[in-house]
């Protein structure tokens, strides 16, 4: 038998009416803060990522689905979203259409990452981009438009953290800091620390190596070296958020490695699925848009991924219960009246959501299957009734019966 690939799955029908009321709930909260959505290719040229992520990441290093198309151009399937949002936005001129441009996505990502608990090859995600401001207050906006969304779904295990990478000059001269700290311990660290010193050295704070753990425990921080400006953007988005509500924690220790990234960074980590704990996660990249297309336009957006805000809502108990209901199921008496009631039926269905029995079924095992179904009048059809032009109308609910005339479904 063929099984689904290893590291995706299938999203079986009965549980799409939970991904449909995140999704709502997710597109309602976007509209209510003004973002469009944008929808972007599954794939792109494989250089927009190695550019626009960094070649020394390791999703472009280790996890990126790439190939050569017949015409010999390296195709990635796309690994996040944030890149392809800037292309769409450079390609298209939306920056010169509008000074601000703030736009949602929801969209299938891929990496070829080891499958475990809430992390899957092909993933899904939501997120959100404002591209065109530096102001603190988007920083802001962004934390309360994620932190709303998770709220909005029923989840409250889970914590804001914040803190802020600064302007890249104060960067800089903390990087020389961290590596004169670690310069006499560089061969206690586990080799792939090693190599994140000389290529993206801030990365060593997330490193889950216990001995490495350990050595940064006592490393200098960045938020104790920011210059002036940096303190003071960050100061405004901690102010902003405690006036709309939003709790949150600073953890100087939460960074983004790469050099576009400035000021605000912040993840939504739950304490409800495990090892993989940040549900959501972003902050101020002004320097990309420059990157990767040499116009000057600042940006600030996150993405959350949706099967680990699920199995949150799962683990948490706040998943709501949907039953399935249909308006109409038609119980056919006589073999001989399918055609009248393929008829009945799709004239229903111009207002209604309307199911047969298509199986042949004795009438017992239609009215079993119409319970199964929630639906809410079975509309019985054949017999006496039907040769004196009438139906019987059943409603599920109370167990109450009519009859009414044929003509009045037809």
């Not at 949150?312 to 308006?327: G, H, L, R, S």
Request: with cysteine.
């Amino acid at each position: 038998m063929i099984k689904a690939i290893t590291g995706t799955k299938d999203i079986l029908p009965n549980e799409i009416p939970n991904w449909n009321n995140l999704e709502d709930i997710v597109c309602n909260a976007m509209k209510a803060f003004n973002y469009k959505e944008i929808r972007t290719p599954i794939f792109e040229e494989t250089r927009l990522f190695s550019r626009g992520i960094g070649e020394a990441t390791d999703i472009v290093g280790k996890e990126m689905y790439t190939f050569l198309d017949r015409s010999e151009t390296s195709i990635t399937l796309k690994p996040e979203m944030t890149a392809s949002v800037v292309r769409a936005l450079l390609e298209h001129s939306l920056d010169k259409q509008n000074q601000l441009n703030k736009l949602f996505y929801i969209s299938p990502m891929f990496r070829q990452e080891r499958p475990q608990a809430g992390r899957f090859r092909q993933f899904n995600q939501f997120g959100a981009e404002a591209l065109g401001s530096i102001s603190p207050a988007l920083d802001a906006e962004m934390i309360l438009l994620a932190y709303q969304i998770l709220k909005r779904l029923g989840l409250s295990n889970f914590v804001v953290k914040i803190n802020s990478l600064g302007v890249p000059s104060s960067r800089e001269n903390y990087k020389n800091l961290l590596k004169e700290y670690l310069s006499d311990k560089l061969n206690d660290l586990s080799e792939e620390s090693q190599k994140r010193y000389e290529t993206n050295i801030l990365r060593l704070f997330d490193s889950k190596d216990r001995d490495d753990q350990k050595i940064m425990e006592h490393a200098p921080l960045l938020i104790e070296h920011l210059d002036d400006e940096s303190l003071e953007h960050f100061e405004e988005v901690k102010q902003m958020l405690l006036s709309a509500g939003v709790p949150f924690e600073v953890d100087p220790k939460l960074v983004r490695g790469l050099d576009y990234y400035t000021h605000t960074t912040f993840e939504l980590v739950s304490g409800s699925v495990g090892s993989q704990s940040a549900l959501c996660g972003g902050g101020r990249y002004d320097l990309l848009v420059k990157q990767l297309g040499e116009r000057d336009v600042p940006g600030v957006g996150f993405a959350a991924g949706i099967e680990r805000i699920l199995l949150a809502m799962e683990n948490e108990k706040v998943m709501p219960e949907f039953i399935p209901q249909i308006d109409y199921y038609i119980v056919r008496l006589e073999k001989e009246l399918s055609k009248k009631v393929f008829e009945i039926a799709n004239n229903l269905r111009k207002e209604k959501s309307v199911e047969f029995d298509y199986t042949q079924r004795s009438v017992k095992a239609q009215m079993r299957e119409a319970n199964r179904l929630g639906a809410k009048k079975v509309l019985m059809i054949g017999g006496s009734e039907y040769e004196r032009g009438m139906v019987v109308l059943k409603n599920m609910s109370d167990g109450s019966q009519e009859e009414i005339a044929i003509k009045e479904f037809e």
